[in-house]
Structure formats: C-alpha cells, structure tokens
C-alpha cells in the first residue's frame, strides 16, 4: 500500500492499537511476487481488527476517488450478511465516529 491510503492507515493503527489497545493486522503483503509473500485472497481487507468486544474488517481508502474493487465490495457484502462487520474508512476520523457510535470512547473524550 502506497500514497495517501498508507497514510491513512498509519493514522487508524496508531489510534486503535496504540493508544485504545486494539489488536490489529494488517493484510498488506506487498506485490505477489515478493519472495516470502503470501497470496491474499482477492478481496480481503485492509485491516482486521478485533477488541472492546468487537472485530471487524476495514478497508482503508483515500477520502476522494478511493473505490472498492468489484471483489472487495463483494467481500463486504457477504461479510456483513453473515453477521460481521466490514467497514470502509477514509480517515481516522471515520475510526474515532465508529468507536463513538458503538460507545467505546464519548465525543469528548481525548486521547492521549
């Protein structure tokens, strides 16, 4: 993952893992041709992410013109019908509104 999408991302990391003790992944390989690299299934996202009683996928995109691709929404959609949650972000704005909306953290709160 390169430009503005690995920005983001380093952003997330350090907010969720860091500072609100999260485990996360991430299941950037780097091209397939890399020695040691593994293949990723199409489609799979950015990001797994699991604590405070939830886990989830996230794939990261930048904030104007990032789409999914056409097995990556598929992924999302059959995740989702399965019961888990598969989320887009496109800052780690969006990270901070996911954690208010499922009252891990307060609108106010800040972190250090």
Avoid: C
Wanted: charged residues 30%; glycine residues 10%.
């Amino acid at each position: 993952m390169r430009g503005p999408e690995a920005e983001i991302q380093k952003h997330i990391i350090e907010l969720l893992r860091d500072k609100l003790e999260f485990n996360v992944w991430e299941t950037s390989q780097g091209y397939r041709k890399d020695p040691g690299g593994t293949r990723m299934t199409p489609g799979i996202p950015d990001l797994i992410i699991a604590g405070h009683g939830h886990t989830l996928f996230v794939e990261v995109k930048a904030p104007k013109g990032g789409k999914l691709t056409d097995m990556q929404y598929l992924f999302r959609v059959r995740w989702t019908e399965s019961g888990g949650t598969s989320l887009v972000w496109r800052s780690d704005s969006d990270a901070w509104d996911w954690l208010v909306s499922v009252g891990i953290i307060e609108e106010t709160d800040e972190v250090a």
